[in-house]
């Protein structure tokens, strides 16, 4: 049994395709399939049911798969390690963000960071904090930036900084002749949202608290959307408001239009996430520093009186 066996099988496993995952692995298809049914051979079990179009993971072969993925992980580990000893900054870091976040807060530390580790290479994807879990879990990222806190098994969170939320307001809304809004203000059948699957769309729900029962029946137009540039789009073409968090609104043209909170603001825990395997300390505080120097004035490093935290609902994260 070897590393590049075991490498072939996780990405087997992932791609459901002999040749998919051979691509995958840099590898001919061949080379990959002959090596997968020589470690079957060798423990005397079969890892995939290839009669099944995509491959099926055998019940074996998932609870081997998931040991391969660990020891993977684990060796993963010697490299890293030697790294660090050496001082060294270097090889590949893989960095999840949220959608809600990525557009507003990649372009303030990204330089920064890249200027810091000019020997790193950085591979950022903007996903929804279930696919950063499911990527992190599996290897497939070494770190996340979302919202927290978070319920999962494994996770180390270190938080960054809380963003206050801002109302985005019409010019018809009841709001918009308000100098400071207090959450009681706010009502949900007025409200803009993301689409669901997105946590800032639960935690705009929990600023809502004047809820109304009965749909508004004069409002004829439900719509959401994946995109909070979207959303302040339709607050300017239509009425009501969105919540946006502090760092989407930095290119807001009409300032009138944005409404801060009364003390204590709702607020939201950005944090850096990792699994406990996690070894690259320095690339982790290189980028915690660049992050948090590039923050403007009004967003805390901690949490602070005038700050409500919002929290996730559970199974919202």
Known sequence: MTLTQLSYIVAVD???????????????????????????????????????????????????????KAILRESAKFDELVLEDK????????????????????PLFLKN???????????????????????????????GLLVTPIEHDGLISAPLFYEPFLAYVSESSALAKANKIEQKELNSNDLWLLTDGHCFREQSLLICRNRKKTTDQNKHLLFESGSLETLKK?????????????????DVKNPKRL??????????????????????????QSLIDAIQVSLPKEIPHNLIKS?????????KH
Not at 94 to 100: L, Q, Y
Not at 116 to 141: F, G, S, Y
Not at 307 to 315: A, H, K, N
Request: net charge neutral; charged share 25%; proline share 6%.
């Open 14 to 68: 992932k791609h459901k395709n002999f040749g998919v995952a051979a691509q995958n692995c840099h590898v001919t298809q061949p080379t990959l399939s002959m090596q997968i049914q020589k470690l079957e051979e060798q423990i005397g079990l079969i890892l995939f049911d290839r009669s099944e179009q995509p491959i099926k993971t055998t019940k074996i072969g998932e609870i081997l798969v998931k040991q391969a």
């Open 87 to 106: 001082d060294e900054t270097r090889g590949e870091i893989r960095i999840g963000v949220i959608p809600t976040l990525a557009p507003y807060l990649i």
């Open 113 to 143: 960071f890249m200027n810091r580790n000019p020997n790193l290479k950085v591979i950022i994807e903007e996903l929804q904090t279930a696919q950063i879990l499911k990527k992190i879990d599996d290897a497939e990222l070494d770190m």
């Open 234 to 250: 339709m607050v300017d073409q239509e009425h009501g408001f969105t919540l946006l968090p502090w760092l989407a609104t930095l």
């Open 259 to 284: 409404k801060e909170f009364v003390n204590p603001a709702p607020s939201r825990e950005v944090s850096l996430i990792h699994n406990h395997f996690f070894r690259k300390e320095k690339i982790k």
């Open 307 to 315: 700050v409500q935290l919002i929290d996730l609902p559970m199974g």
